[in-house]
């Protein structure tokens, strides 16, 4: 099993930190930081450790923010060597401490602290602690991010897409924005064609939240941006429609191509192995026969009701496309992984399983899922 995300902050990181800000400023008190950040570091979770460094960077570095925040930038490391972020592991959450100390501390240079987390943010991102500005002046932040979705950076552009997310993973929400979407996408218009990849799937999570709070606006965003798209954008808007399609939302599917209920049967269903020990894998497949006089454009999903500790939760996974001629007939496979994951633990039970094919359900049956020998046995 990988180890917990939030050992990454541990006394060897403060220690590190430590060192990068003393390196730059002797009167920096290195011991005291470290003491500090790491006083009970190993009974917290990762955002709790987090914070309790940023709070040890605000007990130690200068009171005076302007001088603070200018000793910090001087103890960064480079800028992110690519525009993508592949193979960066968790060390650019080296900076996740320095962003918390930001948006806490530096509202009243409010400034002064746009253009620090400009810098951090082409280490790390500054997407979270940014939400704090947009909390307190929103007008104020997205003047800022309208340049800077014309900087050189990929980096900074993606900031303007991915801090300004409606439901941003880890974020706090921004009512303002939740209550003004407009402004929103009004950015990612500036982005939607942006040459670097790592921007343009920002802006399509960006699309798939808005999404889920004002679906008849993304919907219609989407829609005009697939008019004369290029082979880049269309991908984006797939992207950005992906909830939408799972939830089978026929406005999206109409969108992408898929409107309509089928004419199908759906017939010769298999799971394979039909009991699968937590930890293995089960194959399902089935075909897919045409009752229609017309091709068909398919767009071929796979719903699994995952058992939970109460209930179930459904997670749906993207298979395949299919063009199904008049009469035709074709088999569809997908593999469901029961691995063991920190954030996922597979647990024992009946499994439904549904075929979703242009968002219609279409039921497949169930397999079962059972402990492994060695924790039946742990049970007993």
Known sequence: MAEPLKHFFSPALVRRIGRSIAEVEPSFPERAFVRDASRDLQSLELLARAARIADALAAHLPP??????????????????????????????????????????????????????????????????????????????????????????????????????????????????????????????????????????????????????????????????????SDERRALVEHALRSAVKRGDPTALATLGFGGAPKIAIGAVRFEPARVTIGGRARVSFAIASAARATQSLLVDLAVHFVK?????????????VELPPRGRVIVESTVSLAVHTTRKPRPGRHVVEALVNGVAHPLGAFDVVAAPAERKARR
Not at 75 to 85: I, Q
Not at 110 to 117: G, P
Not at 172 to 196: I, Q, T
Not at 205 to 219: C, E, F, G, Q, W
């Open 64 to 229: 005076d923010y302007p001088r603070a925040i200018a000793i910090l930038l001087r103890s960064l490391g480079p800028p992110h060597a690519t525009d993508e972020l592949v193979g960066a592991g968790m060390e650019p959450f080296f900076y996740l401490p320095h962003t918390m100390f930001v948006a806490e501390r530096g509202l009243d240079h409010f400034d002064l602290s746009l253009d620090a987390q400009v810098e951090l943010t082409k280490r790390f991102t500054a997407e979270g602690s940014i939400r704090a500005y947009l909390l307190r002046d929103p007008e104020r932040t997205l003047a800022a991010m309208r340049r800077w979705a014309r900087d050189d950076d990929p980096h900074v552009r993606r900031l303007v897409s991915e801090g300004t997310r409606l439901r941003l993973p880890w974020a706090r929400r921004v009512p303002w924005l939740d209550a003004h979407p407009e402004r929103v996408v009004a950015l990612l218009e500036l982005l939607k064609d942006d040459p670097a990849s790592v921007v343009r799937r920002s802006v399509a999570n960006s699309l798939n939240d808005l999404s889920k709070v004002h679906p008849a606006l993304a919907n219609a965003t989407c829609a005009a941006w697939l008019r004369g798209a």
């Open 309 to 321: 500790a109460r209930g179930t939760s459904r997670k749906v996974f993207k298979i395949r496309r």
